[in-house]
């Protein structure tokens, strides 16, 4: 028997700070929901928007696989390893925060806002090295396919984290349909839907809908408009 759990788009938690309008797929900050606390072992979803020239001060983190995917714009980096970055659209950037980091984020730009999804992960092994990576993703290889875009594995394509986790990032025409399996037994999927509307085993999702999959070895999506989505394949136990 397939378990999910479907979290539409107007579930999700809201804070509007003017200069950060946040919404929250797992419970986060002031928003709290006890039966959305996380999915298996990820945490955070949030879906920001930056407004141009704003940013997140100094702030520390630990013992968290952290991912940033830009959707539009750029967000500028900087952190207490010394790396000074700015990730663009169509990057994916990691950090593992493990026995702890401090970090700044902002959106460099004054003309235009920034866009992205933060996800956190609980990690698989406690008090790492802190590390960081980030890569350009080749988009052409979204086109109606699951892109992977993080993985375990360091000599593998796309990030490296300290997880037993998989992530894919595609962008399917209408009508196309594709099957993917798990990489390892015992993960489920988190399926986000990045914009347009996809079917995930059947089950409809709008824009910035998402499902939850487990206890099964495989997925289908199709694409009932042209979509894009991101797809993880993450452990359901610590």
């Not at 590390?131 to 080749?138: G, M, N, V």
């Not at 993917?180 to 995930?200: H, Q």
Request: charged share 25%; glycine share 8%; aromatic share 10%.
């Amino acid at each position: 028997m397939k378990n999910t759990v479907l979290h539409k788009a107007n579930t999700r938690g809201h804070a509007d700070h003017g200069w950060l309008n946040a919404y929250h797929s797992f419970s986060f900050a002031s928003w709290y929901n006890p039966e959305r606390v996380q999915f298996g072992t990820l945490r955070v979803l949030n879906d920001d928007t930056v407004a141009a020239g704003m940013g997140f001060g100094e702030h520390g983190h630990d013992n968290m696989e952290i991912i940033t995917i830009p959707l539009e714009g750029d967000l500028a980096h900087k952190d207490s390893m010394g790396n000074a970055e700015t990730i663009k659209t169509g990057d994916v950037q990691v950090m593992s925060a493990g026995t702890g980091i401090r970090h700044s984020e902002f959106n460099p730009n004054h003309d235009k806002r920034t866009k992205l999804f933060q996800i956190w992960l609980f990690p698989r092994t406690q008090n790492v090295t802190p590390r960081y990576q980030q890569i350009t993703l080749e988009k052409s290889k979204q086109k109606n396919d699951f892109a992977q875009i993080l993985s375990p594995n360091q000599d593998d394509e796309g990030v490296w984290i300290h997880q037993d986790a998989w992530f894919y990032l595609s962008d399917f025409d209408k009508d196309f349909s594709k099957k993917l399996a798990l990489k390892r037994e015992g993960n489920g999927f988190y399926i986000m839907n990045i914009e347009g509307e996809i079917e995930v085993n059947g089950e409809k999702l709008e824009t910035r809908d998402a499902i939850g999959i487990w206890e099964t070895a495989e997925i289908e999506i199709k694409a009932t408009t042209n979509a894009k989505f991101l797809v993880m394949e993450i452990p359901m136990e610590q």
